[in-house]
């Protein structure tokens, strides 16, 4: 059995295939149906100062090979969320990465001081590239200053393992590696859901009650392999590539062009098992190619 | 043949031992392509989940309010009750009125109405049960409506629950992601305890509500 | 009949559908399969003044819902191409659009000033959005100053109608758009491929000999039409809605976010006829909402 | 069930009246896809496209050589010979050799190898080849080769044709998008006029190629 292990910083994984925020409630909800325990870690869904109620309906559509959502950010609220839901998630052994939002630098400050503080809160994933909120959160994903300005302000308030994910909707995505990396994150992750929008031709109204969302799914998944390479690339610390995952060889692709780990997002709902399937399918083409630890597959890309 | 990304939701039409029957509709890319499925494919399915319906109260008397794939969904109901009341089935046309033999044969009585007069009487489902309640000799057992269709009946069946005193439930119509609660795409908007309102998601807390739960007046 | 026609600066189209850069080759290779002289339009594939190979093999891959393309603008050069082509081309009664590209700001202007003087050619659309040519070409769409220098000097030296065509990978298309208008295109094209990879795990290698390439096709049609709606939103100029088309349904959805005209690229090469299947479903679609011109439905989404 | 986006290129297996045959194998989605198909469903054809095998010419003895889909590729050709010759067939094993009843009773000697040896020889095509021409008495007529088959094999048979000095067409196999010569997917590098080489498109000015006109080390 080759050494599924993957450490980012002083987080411990033991497989790297991850659950992805937003896309796997906070833990109960699959609790029934999935291992928890076999999970490389669970990223809940995004968490901010107060409580929000999100977006009205229809917050998703289903389009070709992907689904466009635009949920909003509904989020009990750091309170709510260390009460309802940090008891249960105690009782596994998972690492617990939670995904925080806000809508100021200070509001992602002040949940992040919070969480550091919280017991099995192993770390914090910034969801800085979330298109669904007008009031400025979708700025800090695609406007270079703004990113390093959210993440400098977390990383003075905590120690927890910081991951800030990144927005595929810019030019250069290398400049925003660099910038997480020099403002002292611990990894990165990419690529949250890609900007889009649908109409209802026949009542001319916008599929979605929000207009825009975000498409995720296996449509993503080749343009998020491009930006996972270029980031990859760009930086040392380690990087967790997300996008349209459903098989075994679609998470291999992140690892072969340089991710250290991946998460598993829209495939969950059709299938819940899908990051245990796709880890039972990474461990089965270690040992196949003779490979002792998912390390050193880690950035193999053959250039001829 | 197009590919679907999600799974959908069905309910599940008559349980028998091994077997398992769903009834469904092609209306889209999900369920045109399993009428491509063959005897012997295998299927992936998550259930029972959410929240059905209950079961009926002591003393009360049962109607039934179907439209589309309802009578479907209604049918484990309607066979779990010992005194059968009425089904009201309602359509555009005669094809979309389904299972009237299998209710009757449970005992119950059925009344069709279809938009184009093809199969019943003419009109909506609501004229029919207008048409029943105003007949009905006062004093009768108190009312429980199981209602499943389209969300504009499931709402006309409501006001009539509020005016006439009917303890009603209705299975709501939403679009789904997850099924488990996980993705909040099937939440619609309940009362809370006080004035406001809360999200509740239909696959895990509904999709069975007591009409009276919902908000209706802010659904879209 | 609704009247389909539409003018786009001097260039006038009996329909809003034209057939997209690349995906068509230059006209005689699909003359035996579709009726030309019912397309809105025909957009040759990419030219530059002096002839070029282009990529090696592989070219392309199919993934989810798409295609990455790599194949890195072969062409004829200018010379070449009004040789073989125009005369062929001439003979029907079709608008040609030429696409046109250069390593430098010179070079498209070079090629854009001998196409003023070539008879029976349009309209040019300036690809400046092409992800392929690692020599600066791929800047020009991603630099808002490249890209405004490129249109300026093209427009300079040129009184065909120029469209200037959007790449998809910036953080906010609708600067781009603006800078098109005030360096005074006539209209804007938008989306050009969007950047994309896959690997063979097997191999490790990269499915594409270029390693990257422009995803195109079903899966980026959501992708196409929020950029579309918000270049639309952003000027006064006629917009060309290209990205996914394979439906006549995919179509109005860009006119109804505000395309005045659409492109229909690699569904052509699935089903031949697609741009004029387009039209029809168009044209009945006007009929059975009451309208009488295709200009009444463009940028008519209701917001509520 | 995956949906593919583009068409997939297959030769025509036999064509009698309104009958139109195609054999393939389910490699991938598209194929896999296509098992998929009852009787009746229509499907939708483009063809036939580009410059298939040429006639034999005059005094040539024809031999086969195919592997993979080419038994398929290669039959409508051999059924138009007057004079059959000698078809060598290759394969990993015994069901990837296809077709030889209908070569045998079309007067074709048909030679088989396969990989693992569990039908004819063991070996692969080119053994095959090899020991049929060293034991041919020299002075016999000059030989014309067809061959389908993996791009290995075409080359084997391609430097074979260069030594022994035989005409050889080949059916390239290259990835395509269009077949129509517009995408410019299926490009292969042929010798231009003087030392140098140009693309030419295998859709339209192929699939099939005298080996000569190919630039077989510039193939990756
Ligand atoms: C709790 C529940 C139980 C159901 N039980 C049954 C059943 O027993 N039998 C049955 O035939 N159907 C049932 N349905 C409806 C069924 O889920 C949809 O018909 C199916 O999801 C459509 O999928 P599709 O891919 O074919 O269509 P799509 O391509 O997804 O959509 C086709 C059209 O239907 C609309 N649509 C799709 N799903 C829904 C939805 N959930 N609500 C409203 N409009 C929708 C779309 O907007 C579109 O206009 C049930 C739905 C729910 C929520
Ligand atoms: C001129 C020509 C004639 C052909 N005739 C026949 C025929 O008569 N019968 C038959 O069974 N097949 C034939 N083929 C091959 C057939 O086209 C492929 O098997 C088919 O395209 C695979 O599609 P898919 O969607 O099932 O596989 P994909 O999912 O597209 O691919 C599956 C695997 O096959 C590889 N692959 C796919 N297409 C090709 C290709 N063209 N060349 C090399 N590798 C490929 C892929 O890289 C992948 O590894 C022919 C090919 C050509 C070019
Ligand atoms: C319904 C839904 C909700 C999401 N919510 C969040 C969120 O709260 N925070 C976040 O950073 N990303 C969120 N995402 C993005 C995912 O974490 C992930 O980046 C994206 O889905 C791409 O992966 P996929 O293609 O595998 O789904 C959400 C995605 C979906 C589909
Ligand atoms: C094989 C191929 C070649 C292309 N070549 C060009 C080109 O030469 N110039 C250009 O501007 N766009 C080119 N494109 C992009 C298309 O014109 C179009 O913008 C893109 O394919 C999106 O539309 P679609 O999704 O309908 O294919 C090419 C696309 C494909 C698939
Ligand atoms: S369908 Fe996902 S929360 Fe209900
Ligand atoms: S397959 Fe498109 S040019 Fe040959």
């Given at each position: 059995m080759p050494d599924l292990s993957v450490h980012i910083g002083r987080l411990k994984m033991k497989t790297p295939v991850m659950v992805a925020s937003g896309t796997f409630g906070y833990g109960p909800e699959y609790a029934d149906l999935v291992d928890l325990n076999k999970l490389g870690a669970i990223v809940v869904k995004g968490i901010a100062r107060h409580p929000t109620r999100g977006n009205e309906t229809p917050r998703t559509v289903e389009v070709a090979s992907g689904l466009i959502n635009a949920i909003g950010l509904p989020n009990p609220g750091f309170d709510g969320f260390v009460e309802q839901y940090m008891p249960f998630?105690?009782?596994y052994d998972v690492p617990v990465i939670v995904n925080?939002?806000?809508?100021?630098?200070?509001?992602?400050?002040?949940?992040?001081?919070?969480f550091d503080e919280v017991d099995g809160v192993h770390a914090l994933e910034i969801n800085v590239s979330c298109p669904n909120i007008k009031e400025g959160s979708g700025l800090f994903g695609t406007d270079l200053?703004?990113?390093?300005?959210?993440v400098e302000a977390v990383r003075k308030v905590t120690d927890l393992t910081l991951i800030p994910k990144l927005a595929p909707n810019v030019s250069d995505i290398r400049a925003y590696a660099r910038a997480a990396e020099e403002s002292g994150a611990d990894a990165i992750s990419l690529i949250n859901s890609v900007p889009a929008m649908a109409v209802d031709v026949e009542t001319?109204?916008?599929k979605l009650a929000n207009v825009t969302g975000g498409l995720t799914g296996p449509g993503i998944h080749s343009l998020a392999v491009k930006l996972v390479w270029e980031a990859a690339g760009a930086v040392?610390?380690?990087?967790i590539g997300i996008g349209g995952i459903v098989t075994a060889e679609d998470a291999l692709e992140f690892l072969i062009v340089g991710a250290s780990a991946v998460a598993v997002g829209t495939a969950s709902f059709t299938q819940p098992t899908t990051a245990l399937d796709v880890t039972d399918g990474i461990a089965a083409y270690l040992e196949r190619h003779g490979y002792g630890a998912v390390h050193e597959l880690v950035g193999t890309m053959s250039s001829e | 043949m197009e590919e679907s990304l999600l799974r959908r939701p069905f309910s599940v039409y008559k349980a028998d031992g091994e077997v398992?029957?769903?009834l469904y509709k092609g209306v889209g890319k999900g369920t045109r392509t399993m009428t491509y499925l063959r005897p012997g494919d295998q299927l992936s399915l998550i259930g029972p989940l959410g929240r059905g319906f209950p079961a009926l109260s002591?003393?009360?008397y049962p109607i039934l309010v179907a439209g589309g794939y309802g009578m479907a969904a209604l049918y484990l109901l309607a066979r779990s009750m010992t005194s059968p009341g009425i089904a009201f089935f309602g359509g555009q046309s005669a094809p979309d009125i389904l299972c009237v033999d299998e209710f009757e044969a449970l005992g119950w009585e059925v009344r069709i109405t279809t938009e184009d007069g093809s199969s019943g009487e003419k009109g909506i489902v609501t004229d029919s049960i207008d048409a029943w309640w105003s007949a009905r000799s006062s004093g009768g057992p108190p009312v429980e409506a199981y209602a499943c269709g389209p969300n504009a009946m499931l709402k006309a069946v409501a006001r009539r629950a509020v005016e006439h005193d009917w303890r009603a439930w209705v299975s709501v119509d939403r679009n789904m992601g997850c099924g488990v609660g996980a993705c909040l795409t099937c939440v619609l908007k309940v009362r809370d305890g006080g004035d406001g309102w809360q999200?509740?998601?239909?696959?895990?807390?509904?999709?069975v509500f007591e009409c009276r739960e919902i908000c209706w007046d802010l659904e879209p």
């Open positions: 998630l105690r009782q925080i939002w806000g809508k100021t630098i200070e509001e992602y400050a002040e949940v992040a001081r919070r200053d703004m990113f390093r300005r959210v001319r109204k916008p040392r610390i380690p990087v | 398992l029957q769903i002591e003393g009360r999200w509740k998601r239909s696959c895990t807390e509904g999709p």
